[in-house]
């Protein structure tokens, strides 16, 4: 069963209402809409923190956002992240954490969802989805141009290892008073200079991704904003949310509207990620916040919150 039609297939909040591949199996015996969703290879989500997550299958990885160097900018301190600060990519924490990818979705050009990128495409061959701004400041880090997919929302694509990716043009979640994104602009053209400082790494647009693996499908969106036109009519197994979005009127229900109210709602970006990948995740963004927020505006969904490196199976 693949959700790329938009078909209401997901319609029913409750489908799937458990964990994992159980749920499924027990919905799909009833006969009802999920019996299409029964056996099938399972998808293995894993939290890298931030917004890095994995999703292996027995043929196929799939990154978004695979930041794991954490190298720390004041991110979560009174004064926020210091745009100063110097970029820093720790190859053996991306070794030891990220030995493998086939494809690698990039939601903006930050640099707590792109800065490994580079090093992880040399390392595994993998195909970079990103918008021109975001390939640009790749290849300014000495990623292969050759892996690199420019995309602008609209694109759906089949992928080896039997998934299909569909883009969506988004936008980032504001700050302030005059609501500006931080580290805001584009690239187009010309390959700039390597980025050194987290200032360099700017937004660059904003994309969101719905991965179809036929049995389970996810979206995330990479901030507390989105599009809300671009994704009418989706319905996703599983949909990442995040804290904030103060400046987005109703981000959390008009999310879970906009999707159908799915399933499941998985937190991401909660985490105070000036600090070390390897022990629990320290609140950084309220998630209980945004548990609650969920659980009245959508009581059938099944709300989880997966820790640094733990894994969840669909």
Do not use: C
Request: proline share 6%; glycine share 10%.
């Amino acid at each position: 069963m693949t959700n790329n039609d938009r078909t209401p297939s997901l319609r029913r909040r409750n489908v799937l209402k458990g964990t994992g591949v159980a749920a499924v199996a027990a919905a799909a015996a009833g006969g009802g809409v999920a019996a299409a969703q029964t056996a099938g290879a399972g998808v293995t989500l894993r939290w890298l923190g931030t917004n890095a997550w994995e999703f292996t299958t027995e043929t196929a990885t799939v990154l978004i956002d695979p930041w794991v160097s954490r190298f720390p900018t004041g991110a979560y301190s009174p004064g926020g992240a210091d745009p100063e600060t110097r970029i820093e990519v720790h190859e053996d924490v991306i070794d030891e954490h990220l030995p493998k990818a086939d494809t690698i979705l990039v939601t903006h050009g930050h640099w707590d969802h792109i800065a490994d990128v580079p090093y992880l495409a040399r390392k595994t061959g993998a195909t970079v989805l990103g918008t021109e701004t975001h390939l640009n400041l790749l290849r300014a880090m000495d990623a292969p141009d050759a892996q690199l997919s420019q995309v602008e929302g609209g694109e759906l694509f089949q992928f080896e290892g039997g998934y299909t990716v569909e883009v969506f043009r988004s936008t980032h979640s504001t700050t302030g008073e005059h609501k500006r994104i931080q580290f805001g602009g584009t690239r187009p053209a010309e390959v700039p200079k390597k980025p050194k400082k987290i200032k360099d790494l700017i937004e660059g647009g904003s994309l969101t991704y719905l991965i179809d693996f036929g049995d389970v499908s996810f979206f995330n969106m990479g901030s507390a904003n989105f599009l809300e036109h671009e994704i009418e009519g989706i319905r996703p197994t599983v949909l990442f949310l995040q804290p904030g979005g103060g400046h987005t009127p109703r981000f959390v229900e008009r999310a879970l509207e906009a999707t159908g109210f799915p399933p499941y709602v998985v937190a991401s970006h909660w985490d105070d990620f000036d600090l070390p990948l390897t022990e629990p995740g320290e609140r950084g963004g309220d998630w209980e916040a945004l548990r609650d927020r969920v659980a009245a505006a959508s009581p059938d969904t099944e709300f989880l919150l997966i820790d640094h490196l733990e894994r969840h199976d669909f």
